[in-house]
């Protein structure tokens, strides 16, 4: 069955460093999204993208984020200059463009700002 | 602003119970709720969504219920088991393809 995959599993970085995390979508989906949610807290959504923009992002989702899809299967989150605050699980998800919208999530990558 | 509510918090059966998660809404404006459930430390897995126009969805021993016009739904696990431990989330999304805003969680315990 297809499923969205993410890497690293477990990211540690210094305050003030650039991530990136990476996700592979389902293949015939075009609508993808990234959510974090903080140890103990509700998942909270970031930003979604669909045809090549995006199409929706949060409050949360400043300058210090960007998102980008590379190539025809990868889709990226990067945080420009990590603060501690944004130690969390980052899942991307993604869905096709039609009928009930159905979002599959992806394992999660954790993410340990020091 | 879109809230969801989920109760209870936490819920302790025993093996074999009949129970019922509950979720609320506050803005019936919705075109779709999805149910998941989250082990401790995984990511989500999509249990059951139902659409606006619908009214409930099965799926095995899950039956997820939908009234729009009240803000409510509700997830009915039957002849419950230990492997169903885990916690169950609750998440609508207004438009096609858009956010979703999630609640809080039902920690669910299920004892042998």
């Known amino acids: 069955e297809p499923e969205v995959t993410q890497t690293p599993s477990h990211q540690v970085t210094q305050m003030g460093q650039e991530v990136i995390l990476r996700c592979v979508p389902i293949?015939?989906?075009?609508?993808f999204y990234w959510y974090r949610q903080i140890l103990g807290q509700k998942v909270e959504f970031l930003v979604s993208f669909y045809n090549n923009e995006i199409s929706e992002k949060s409050e949360i989702f400043d300058d210090q984020f960007s998102v980008e899809r590379p190539d025809g299967s990868n889709f990226t989150l990067k945080i420009r200059s990590t603060k501690l605050e944004d130690s969390a699980m980052y899942f991307c998800?993604?869905?096709?463009?039609?009928?009930?919208?159905?979002?599959?999530f992806g394992p999660g990558t954790r993410l340990t700002v020091t | 602003k879109q809230e969801v509510t989920q109760i209870p918090a936490a819920l302790s059966v025993p093996e074999g119970e009949n129970l019922v998660l509950n979720c609320s809404f506050t803005?019936?404006?919705?075109?779709?709720l999805q149910w998941f459930r989250q082990d401790p430390g995984k990511g989500l897995t999509s249990l059951l969504l139902?659409?606006?126009?619908?009214r409930e969805q099965t799926s095995g021993r899950l039956n997820a219920s939908l009234d729009k016009s009240s803000g409510r739904s509700t997830l009915y696990i039957a002849a419950s088991q230990p492997g169903d431990s885990a916690t169950y989330l609750c998440?609508?999304?207004?438009?096609?393809?858009?956010?979703?805003?999630f609640g809080e969680g039902t920690q669910l315990t299920v004892n042998p």
């Open positions: 293949s015939n989906h075009l609508y």
């Open positions: 998440a609508v999304g207004r438009t096609s393809g858009s956010r979703l805003t």
């Open positions: 998800a993604s869905s096709v463009e039609r009928g009930a919208y159905e979002q599959y």
């Open positions: 139902i659409q606006s126009s619908q």
């Open positions: 803005d019936s404006a919705i075109y779709n």
